[in-house]
């Protein structure tokens, strides 16, 4: 049943098409210039069959026609000669099986004229009007091939070339020559017909193509009236039309009636003008005002006419939504920065305050049971005696008898206990003072985040302020090669900065998308390889925006080889995507092996793969991920090698915080790069190593662990076995140095090698 409905549906657009191609051809054998020249009908059936139609079905519409016009002798062998000539074509090409060369089609065309040459040739002048004649037939021809052709294959929706529309321009020319002088009695029927294809065509088209087609209108009356007047007239009603039609119908036909009847009884623009006339033009206007408007808004399905700004509002909303998604991950890491500084935020300790808190506890504790408390607590000099113990106490770390001073030691009965409480409560201060220490560390560590914060922001507002160029030029460019390629799509943008194309973003046709001339197109025009990053559907039914960027100048070769000791390594390792075009390769290394030192790598590797995301600098993370480890205590230390590759650029950045070598290895040297600063977690203050360097195509990265590294006697050492390792591809060489390293030491530590190579991207 489906699929008798898509035939059914099928045929009756074929019926539609070839009715409407009869009811043109029937115009065609009519239009003439200056009722000389009648070369538009053959020429029309010869460009339909060269775009491959039914030559059967145009033939019969042709003699069909023909017969209509005058059904003589002469104009049937003239009809025949036509006729023939097209069969024979068609026969020709449909048994060779091969696609008609257009100039064949042109020769054919030409010689179809036989039969009109032998009827003219009876003096020269009408030689030469024949002559012309052909010659006007095949440049329409030509005409017709080029504005059908791309009204078949790409539709009424799609943007059409310069040419294309020049082409239309002079197609309609000709149809409306057709079109003119049909009278019905005084009434010039032609001319009603006009007004009201321009006042329903301002209904469905946008102003400036309703006024291009009404003076196509008047050029076409002209040529076979041989009067100008006729564009100024059809010219002033396509602006009547266009200029207010679009809000209501009554006032732009109450215009057009009036417009009439000054042409016509004043400026004297018609041949022939009465109140008829009038009557017929009102009548026309009339008919123009029962149209439905259902029937306009489903006309305008079918034409291209959008308001054209479908590009515009996505680039808008995009921008938008670049913004939204960047300040919703920088939340997502406040939310956890929030929480560890909540953790860390105790108080702030005052000595003096504790001394005295201390002492008068100590006091309460000790001495309310002592038989002499009542004299010590009316000698002031106890009670500065104890406080001077604690002071001591707190500079010393802890204290002894020989710390107290000569009036504890002869007159407390309880000195020994006073001693043992003072030192209880000195181990408190201590733990407090250690966790104060940590709320300080943690609230620096949340200034920190608040400068990062701040250059975040500067960035995102340098990011947006950035001069974006819409490059029109290169924007048509684009539209014309796609257009040629029979690609629809009717808007594009071309953006560009400071280092060239940055973006392009096309509306095309749904059924196109997947057309493979998009991305070939683009690379011709802009001279680079762009890939396709998003795809969202318009808001407009039937079209989609797509945005393509510019490939990577380079592509990447990973290799990765792991063993570990304890069956869960303490080197944990991460090679993902963190923005466009740019990768990071890491390695963290906690101390010793299994569970905890898996769990202080991965903590740590996890919060620098976040903070990369967010977009911060080497420097910052490194600085932020020590100072949130140094609470944890200071066994809880981990090094990190990370690489940072920008795949546009080449350029690399090497940060290593208490890691081993990595080596650079560029055709037959490499370049050992190693690093001078003590892991994360082991001082508040670290000074990682960050060096920038441009690796090349070919150029391939190792960075590895300790585990690896300290299996070589010394870090040349291990880079002269990378550098004169024979290998196919980069994952031969990671297993190679790890099988290396194994069989080197007697002592194995948790192994992890991460190898990647640059080539160059020829997508």
């Not at 003072?433 to 709320?439: G, L, M, P």
């Not at 560009?496 to 025009?525: C, F, H, Q, Y």
């Not at 480890?629 to 940072?644: K, Q």
């Not at 391939?700 to 070589?712: E, K, M, N, R, W």
Request: glycine letters at 6%.
């Amino acid at each position: 049943m489906k699929n008798l409905r898509k035939w059914t549906i099928a045929n009756k657009k074929q019926i539609l098409l070839y009715f409407g191609v009869f009811l043109i051809m029937l115009v065609l054998a009519r239009a003439n210039v200056m009722h000389i020249l009648y070369p538009f009908a053959f020429s029309f059936l010869f460009a339909l069959i060269y775009l491959n139609k039914n030559a059967v079905l145009l033939c019969i519409f042709y003699l069909l026609i023909s017969l209509i016009y005058g059904f003589t002798l002469q104009n049937l062998i003239i009809s025949v000669s036509v006729v023939s000539f097209a069969i024979l074509l068609y026969l020709i090409f449909k048994i060779s099986k091969k696609k008609m060369p257009l100039f064949v089609a042109l020769i054919f065309c030409a010689l179809s004229q036989v039969g009109f040459l032998y009827f003219n040739i009876y003096s020269t002048k009408q030689i030469i009007i024949s002559l012309v004649s052909i010659v006007v037939g095949l440049c329409f021809m030509y005409i017709v091939v080029v504005a059908f052709g791309a009204l078949f294959y790409r539709g009424l929706q799609s943007r059409f070339t310069l040419d294309e529309s020049i082409c239309f321009g002079i197609f309609l020319i000709a149809f409306f020559s057709g079109i003119a002088g049909v009278f019905v009695g005084m009434v010039n029927l032609s001319y009603l017909m006009v007004i009201f294809f321009l006042a329903c065509m301002s209904r469905i088209l946008t102003k400036s193509a309703n006024v291009y087609f009404s003076a196509l209108a008047g050029l076409g009356f002209s040529f076979v009236n041989a009067n100008v007047t006729f564009i100024a007239v059809f010219v002033t009603f396509g602006l009547i039309f266009s200029c207010f039609a679009q809000n209501s119908r009554f006032f732009p036909a109450v215009l057009a009636a009036l417009a009439d009847l000054v042409f016509g009884m004043f400026l004297n623009a018609y041949p022939v003008y009465n109140y008829v006339c009038l009557l017929a033009t009102l009548c026309c206007l009339f008919l123009f005002l029962c149209v439905p408007s259902k029937l306009f808004v489903y006309l305008q399905g079918f034409g291209f006419d959008y308001d054209g700004n479908l590009v515009s509002e996505y680039l808008i909303s995009g921008r938008r939504e670049e913004l939204k998604s960047r300040l919703t991950g920088m939340s997502q890491l406040f939310r956890s920065m929030q929480v560890e500084y909540r953790n860390l935020s105790i108080g702030k300790v005052n000595k003096d305050e504790y001394c005295q808190m201390l002492t008068n506890e100590i006091e309460s504790k000790i001495c309310c049971a002592c038989i002499n408390k009542n004299n010590c607590s009316e000698n002031a000099q106890i009670h500065s005696a104890i406080y001077q113990l604690i002071d001591f106490g707190m500079e010393k770390g802890k204290v002894t008898i020989l710390d107290a001073n000569n009036l504890l030691t002869g007159s407390c009965d309880k000195f020994s206990v006073l001693i043992g409480e003072v030192n209880e409560a000195l181990k408190l201060y201590f733990k407090y003072q250690e966790q104060v220490a940590s709320s300080d560390n943690g609230k620096m560590l949340v200034s920190a985040q608040m400068g990062a914060t701040g250059k975040i922001f500067s960035e995102l507002a340098l990011a947006i302020s950035e001069d974006e160029i819409f490059d029109k030029k290169q924007a048509k460019a684009v539209l014309d090669q796609l257009t040629s390629d029979k690609v629809v799509v009717n808007e594009c943008e071309v953006i560009s900065g400071n280092s060239g194309v940055k973006k392009v973003v096309l509306a095309v046709r749904n059924s196109d998308i997947v057309n493979p001339k998009i991305s070939e197109d683009l690379k011709t025009v802009l001279k680079m390889s762009m890939v396709l990053i998003r795809q969202t559907f318009a808001r407009l039914s039937g079209w989609s925006i797509l945005q393509f960027e510019p490939a990577d100048k380079y592509s990447l070769a990973i290799g990765f080889a792991q063993k570990s000791v304890d069956g869960l390594s303490g080197d944990v390792y991460s090679y993902k995507k963190i923005g466009s075009g740019r990768y990071l390769f890491a390695i963290a290394d906690g101390k010793g092996h299994g569970v905890k030192a898996n769990q202080i790598s991965s903590s740590a590797l996890s919060i620098v793969e976040s903070f990369y995301k967010s977009q911060f600098s080497s420097e910052t993370i490194v600085h932020s991920v020590n100072k949130i480890l140094i609470p944890a205590g200071e066994e809880n230390f981990t090094t990190l090698d990370a690489v940072v590759v920008d795949l546009s650029s080449g350029m690399a950045d090497f940060v290593k915080i208490g890691a081993s070598v990595s080596v650079i290895k560029q055709k037959n040297q490499c370049a050992v790069i190693s690093c001078s600063s003590l892991p994360l977690g082991v001082m508040e203050k670290i000074y990682p190593t960050v060096e920038k360097k441009v690796l090349q195509v070919g150029d391939i990265v190792v960075i590895a662990s300790d585990g690896i590294v300290d299996a070589f006697s010394s870090p040349e050492n291990f880079a002269d076995f990378v550098n004169n390792e024979m290998f196919i591809n980069v994952q031969m060489l990671a297993d190679s140095i790890l099988e290396e390293a194994e069989s080197r030491t007697a002592h194995p530590d948790d192994m992890t090698v991460i190898v990647f190579k640059l080539n160059q991207n020829f997508a």
